[in-house]
Nanobody, 121 residues
Framework: QVQLVESGGGLVQTGGSLRLSCAAS????????MGWYRQAPGKQRELVAD???????NYADSAKGRFTISRDNAGNTVNLQMNGLKPEDTAVYYC???????????????WGQGTLVTVSS
């Protein structure tokens, strides 16, 4: 079994910053992509940013220039530094990874439980 544990959400004022962290643990053979998604009330879940094992990053247009994703391959962790937060960034943020578990060649998508980010105006 694989578990993703997220931390760092909370309440912040417009223009503030938050740092989200996610740690993967369990019978992990290799992790391909690690990323962050978010889901606002009444909206579909969307990609915020992701990062490959080689360090290539991909950002949603709404995140470019404000958010930075980083990864520690040794620790199986991924972080999302969010600066210049806006009320429209309010959402539940989910960590997600594409990985192989030990003894299984399939790539599996694993999700964290989500952490709430609220940006007040």
């Amino acid at each position: 079994q694989v578990q993703l544990v997220e931390s760092g959400g909370g309440l912040v004022q417009t223009g503030g910053s938050l740092r989200l962290s996610c740690a993967a643990s369990g019978s992990i053979f290799t992790i391909n992509v690690m990323g962050w998604y978010r889901q606002a009330p009444g909206k579909q879940r969307e990609l915020v940013a992701d990062i490959s094992s080689g360090g290539s990053t991909n950002y949603a247009d709404s995140a470019k220039g404000r958010f930075t994703i980083s990864r520690d391959n040794a620790g199986n962790t991924v972080n999302l530094q969010m600066n210049g937060l806006k009320p429209e960034d309010t959402a539940v943020y989910y960590c997600s990874t594409l990985l192989q578990v030990t003894g299984d060649r399939r790539y599996l998508r694993v999700w964290g439980q989500g952490t709430l980010v609220t940006v007040s105006s």
